[in-house]
């Protein structure tokens, strides 16, 4: 997919950027995002995929602005509180950047819809504010095949990682038993899901382009309050309910790829 002159002029200082170039551009492009949960955190991610030039966004958010959700929400405004929120998301990146195809879905993700969205997209970014659609999102893309960006975060507490079916552990892996998680039983401060959102952009970025390392197989957690980083490696678990048949797919043909050489070696 080439880029049009007005595209190589918008994002001429990244293209600068070693490792990214105009290919990567290219490959931004041609990709569509899934963005769940398009609030102070998914809102934020969507904002940055937007302005670095994605192809495609689909916005998937259920419910109307809330007064309570102007303190993160950087995507509303205050003449929006009580209309679907996802439709205002779409409007406010529509006029930042143009170029961007935006889709805005005002439902929550449910086991009738998610295989939908999951088959239409290149890569999730999972923003959810409950373990179900996150749970739900998570088997999808184990499902389809296809990566996805997790990130949460818990007053000053945040964590990141990227899930590859098959490769890495997924969310189940991660978190085999739900934690209790109340989405209006804690505080928010706006800088910390824009902090946690611009890190997973950058994570969405990298893993489409091969710009740097990505967190592949490890989850960065932040306590913020702190500025305390640490990245850990995760338990894959070979028996996972969600992901352990498609990794144990992939060894298997890897192996036999292996195999085929090696006898294409002995016959020559």
């Not at 998937?60 to 209309?83: A, S």
């Amino acid at each position: 997919m080439e880029l049009t002159p007005t595209e190589i002029e918008r994002y001429q200082r990244q293209i600068m950027l070693p490792g990214l170039g105009e290919e990567g551009q290219k490959k931004l492009k041609s990709t569509t995002a899934l963005v769940t949960g398009v609030g102070g955190l998914g809102g934020t991610v969507a904002l940055y995929l937007a302005v670095a030039g994605i192809g495609k966004l689909i916005l998937v958010r259920g419910g109307n602005l809330r007064l309570d959700d102007m303190n993160r929400q950087i995507l509303m405004t205050d003449d929006w509180v009580g209309k679907p929120r996802v439709l205002k998301a779409k409007e406010t990146l529509s006029k930042i950047n143009p170029d961007v195809q935006i889709e805005a879905i005002p439902e929550y993700v449910t086991p009738d819809n998610v295989d939908i969205l999951v088959r239409g997209a290149d890569i999730a970014i999972d923003c959810a504010f409950n373990f179900e659609e996150r749970d739900l999102l998570n088997e999808a893309c184990v499902r389809w095949d296809k990566p996805m960006v997790e990130a949460a975060m818990n007053e000053m507490e945040a964590y990141l990682t990227t899930i590859i079916p098959g490769k890495t552990p997924c969310l189940s892996c991660i978190f085999p038993e739900k934690p209790e998680w109340d989405r209006w039983g804690f505080g928010v401060l706006g800088a910390v899901s824009g902090t946690l959102a611009t890190l997973a952009a950058l994570e969405v970025i990298k893993v489409i382009t091969g710009l740097g390392q990505p967190l592949y197989g490890k989850l960065l957690t932040m306590e913020l309050g702190s500025l305390h980083f640490a990245k850990h490696r995760p338990y894959h678990d070979p028996n996972c309910p969600i992901c352990s048949k498609i990794t144990q797919q992939k060894i298997n043909q890897t192996l036999n790829l292996v195999n085929t050489k090696t006898n294409l070696s002995i016959s020559v």
